[in-house]
């Protein structure tokens, strides 16, 4: 009898210790994407930064402000940039972060040199997957919110949302896909807008049968360096990763195999790199590639053509990659970030826009869908 009671009482303190435990934690941390890439903020020893919420990136850097406020280890790395050049960086001792609700003590960043891109919107860094391993997010790119959890909670919703084949191995979280037969390895890379594949790959699939548009363009690279690209930007058929269905459009690049955050438009991710899994709220994913036929940037003091389409108007008419534009919209823009947001703007209001040359040619670059799906 004194048993019995022994063991109702261990179980109604069991009970009792459970019931006051508190709840998993779960921060909603809101973003903005006015790069196509999630940007955060977070804090280091009470000031706030604004950094890129990055799964392609190994480890979490920073920028110039890291050399006021941190201080240095002994500790350097070279790293690879896309292209082609080595940097030499060296290792802060981060000091207290505040990620959410959590706090993060006794870590080290990189610190790089400023980028143009990155200093027009305000990221002070990005945040790399050494952090992001520790906790689950849902990635809600509708509503623009991260919710943090610990690596042990799955909130109910999950269990609506569709498995991918996903891996999480030498920091480096990956989408496999099959296609013809074959297995092929994405990065998934929410520091990327677009989705990428290599040449490896390309020639693996024999792609040249698919339909594609060819551009001459350029891209940033980390440290903020422009260099030009001979792309093309593809429109896979339907592809399997695990319970999911992808036809996905991707840029041909001889750097990388990625997905970017254009594919997962108006979705819901769940990504916990732990226990190696990702899902997704649509069974079904199809994108649709829209372009503009050309883009500007200001080099040297000067508005130029960095992206051009082979085959569009402006192609035909003689344009290419580095030619000077005298306007853009009636406008003479000598500030790279005031002509960078007003492309930008005219990008998210989908509208059409005009470039007079200095020779006084007038050209309207079009917003068009590049595959008929």
């Not at 804090?43 to 890129?52: I, L, M, P, R, Y």
């Not at 890291?66 to 350097?76: A, C, E, G, I, Q």
């Not at 594949?197 to 422009?226: R, W």
Request: charged content about 25%; aromatic content about 12%.
């Amino acid at each position: 009898m004194k048993k019995a009671i022994l063991f109702l009482v261990i179980c109604f303190i069991s009970i009792t210790l459970q019931a006051q435990q508190p709840p998993a934690f779960q921060d909603t941390i809101p973003f903005r994407n006015d790069l196509g890439i999630i940007i955060i903020p977070m804090t280091f020893n009470g000031v706030e930064k604004q950094f890129a919420f990055d799964t392609g990136a190994q480890v979490t850097v920073g920028f110039s402000w890291v050399d006021r406020d941190l201080k240095p280890t002994s500790k350097t790395v070279t790293v690879n940039s896309s292209n082609g050049s080595k940097t030499r960086m060296r290792y802060y001792k981060s000091g207290n972060i505040q990620l959410g609700s959590r706090k993060i003590t006794k870590h080290r960043i990189l610190k790089t040199t400023d980028s143009d891109i990155f200093s027009c919107y305000q990221v002070d860094g990005v945040l790399g997957v050494d952090i992001t391993q520790h906790f689950n997010w849902i990635i809600d790119f509708e509503k623009k919110i991260l919710i943090m959890s610990p690596p042990d909670f799955y909130p109910e919703d999950v269990k609506e949302m569709h498995a991918l084949d996903f891996d999480f191995a030498k920091n480096r979280p990956s989408v496999f896909m099959e296609m013809n037969g074959k297995k092929i390895k994405f990065l998934l890379d929410t520091g990327a807008r677009d989705s990428d594949i290599n040449k490896d790959a390309y020639t693996l699939l024999s792609m040249d049968e698919y339909p594609k548009a060819t551009f001459y363009s350029g891209f940033y690279d980390v440290n903020g360096t422009l260099t030009k690209t001979y792309s093309k930007t593809l429109q896979l058929p339907e592809i399997k990763s695990g319970t999911v269905t992808i036809a996905p459009d991707v840029d041909y690049s001889t750097q990388s195999t990625k997905i970017g955050n254009s594919l997962w438009k108006d979705r819901r991710l769940f990504l916990s790199l732990k226990n190696d899994q990702l899902f997704v709220s649509d069974a079904t994913i199809k994108n649709e590639a829209w372009s503009y036929d050309g883009a500007a940037v200001l080099k040297n003091g000067k508005m130029t053509v960095y992206r051009i389409r082979e085959g569009s108007d402006a192609w035909e008419q003689g344009i290419r990659q580095g030619d000077e534009i005298k306007t853009f919209n009636g406008n003479v823009f000598t500030d790279f970030c005031e002509l960078d947001k007003f492309q930008r703007q005219l990008s998210d209001e989908k509208s059409d826009f005009e470039w007079e040359f200095t020779n006084g040619k007038k050209l309207t670059i079009q917003r068009k869908k590049l595959f008929v799906l």
